[in-house]
């Protein structure tokens, strides 16, 4: 597990600063997070903490098969090239003596891995926090990434981060609160989004259930940040795969469809697959700054 000194994590219940109770005495347990007002959070068995507090989120968490099959894919390396290409995007941008990364909506984690093993190659010194909805997932990412503070909480709810206190937001495939980012973000901060576009999967869309890419939906992100954001850049990254039928079932499984769809069923329907089905990912990869004058 992580150490916390370096992060401004706030209480989700009352919003005082947290600290770890190594900190905070011997008469408090280790491996937990409390504020001065007594509320402590024990770390989970695997590592993450559990930050959904009084009625917990209305938002339905991704489940454990959910989450099992979106790392059994991602751990098969066909997104890596995304991955590499958002630590490209993040990596030059940070601070060397001290950043602070906040991934919300981490999910497995794999793609925090390659950006903190790039921060790590270019010698920059970061602390990482991980957020996500869903604690199967977060049970993963803490094994994948145990130097990071993972965080099981919803992203509709204020962060229980600091203002000012993070200096590059990453948003993979998730939920998005621009005033929430804008207010943790530290002047100047970036926040980099990554989407699906209009094609993405369509080869295999139809047949597996999958959802697909409402027109016009990058115009809308854009127009959602403008608020608190301006762009910076816009990179398209396009994935060729060649995938086997039971990758196919996990690249269904493991995304929003995953909720309504019956896994056996769905193996079922697409025994007749190829051993190889063509198919191309296609990705956009929008990276905003801060706007405005520092608070």
Same mark, same amino acid.
């Given at each position: 597990?992580?150490?916390?000194?370096?992060?401004?994590?706030?209480?989700?219940?009352?919003?005082?600063?947290?600290?770890?109770?190594?900190?905070?005495?011997?008469?408090?347990?280790?491996?937990?997070?409390?504020?001065?007002?007594?509320?402590?959070?024990? $770390?989970?068995?695997?590592?993450?903490?559990?930050?959904?507090?009084?009625?917990?989120? /209305?938002?339905?968490?991704?489940?454990?098969?959910? @989450?099992?099959?979106?790392?059994?894919?991602?751990? %098969?390396?066909?997104?890596?090239?995304?991955?590499?290409?958002?630590?490209? $995007?993040?990596?030059?941008?940070? &601070?060397?003596?001290? $950043?602070?990364?906040?991934?919300?909506?981490?999910?497995?984690?794999?793609?925090?891995?390659?950006?903190?093993?790039? $921060?790590?190659?270019? +010698?920059?010194?970061?602390?990482?926090?991980?957020?996500?909805?869903?604690?199967?997932?977060?049970?993963? /990412?803490?094994?994948?990434? &145990?130097?990071?503070?993972?965080?099981?909480?919803?992203?509709?709810?204020?962060?229980?981060?600091?203002?000012?206190?993070?200096?590059?937001?990453?948003?993979?495939?998730?939920?998005?609160?621009?005033?929430?980012?804008?207010?943790?973000?530290?002047?100047?901060?970036?926040? @980099?989004?990554?989407?699906?576009? +209009?094609?993405?999967?369509?080869?295999?869309?139809?047949?597996?259930?999958?959802?697909?890419?409402?027109?016009?939906?990058?115009?809308?992100?854009?127009?959602?940040? %403008?608020?608190?954001? %301006?762009?910076?850049?816009?990179?398209?990254?396009?994935?060729?795969?060649?995938?086997? &039928?039971?990758?196919?079932?996990?690249?269904?499984?493991?995304?929003?469809?995953?909720?309504?769809?019956?896994?056996?069923?769905?193996?079922?329907?697409?025994?007749?697959?190829?051993?190889?089905?063509?198919?191309? /990912?296609?990705?956009?990869?929008?990276?905003?700054?801060?706007?405005?004058?520092?608070?």
């Amino acid at each position: 597990m992580p150490s916390t000194p370096d992060l401004a994590l706030r209480c989700p219940v009352c919003r005082s600063p947290l600290s770890s109770a190594a900190d905070a005495g011997p008469a408090v347990p280790g491996k937990a997070l409390v504020c001065a007002a007594g509320h402590s959070f024990d $770390a989970a068995k695997q590592g993450y903490f559990n930050f959904l507090v009084g009625k917990g989120t /209305a938002f339905e968490a991704d489940t454990a098969e959910m @989450v099992a099959a979106r790392f059994s894919f991602l751990d %098969s390396g066909h997104y890596r090239p995304l991955a590499d290409a958002v630590a490209a $995007a993040v990596v030059p941008s940070l &601070p060397r003596d001290a $950043a602070t990364i906040l991934d919300s909506g981490t999910g497995t984690g794999h793609y925090l891995r390659v950006l903190l093993d790039a $921060a790590a190659a270019s +010698t920059a010194r970061v602390t990482a926090i991980g957020l996500d909805i869903s604690k199967f997932a977060l049970r993963r /990412a803490a094994r994948l990434n &145990p130097e990071a503070t993972n965080l099981v909480c919803d992203v509709w709810q204020p962060l229980p981060v600091a203002d000012d206190a993070v200096d590059v937001i990453t948003v993979i495939f998730a939920p998005r609160n621009p005033p929430e980012f804008a207010r943790v973000l530290r002047p100047g901060g970036l926040l @980099v989004v990554v989407t699906p576009r +209009t094609g993405h999967l369509a080869a295999i869309a139809g047949q597996t259930g999958m959802l697909g890419i409402e027109e016009g939906k990058d115009g809308r992100l854009v127009d959602a940040m %403008s608020g608190q954001f %301006s762009v910076e850049s816009i990179h398209d990254v396009d994935l060729p795969l060649v995938l086997a &039928p039971h990758e196919v079932v996990d690249l269904a499984y493991m995304g929003p469809a995953g909720h309504h769809l019956d896994r056996t069923a769905l193996a079922a329907r697409l025994t007749g697959l190829p051993p190889g089905t063509t198919v191309e /990912a296609r990705f956009r990869l929008t990276v905003f700054r801060l706007a405005g004058p520092p608070r």
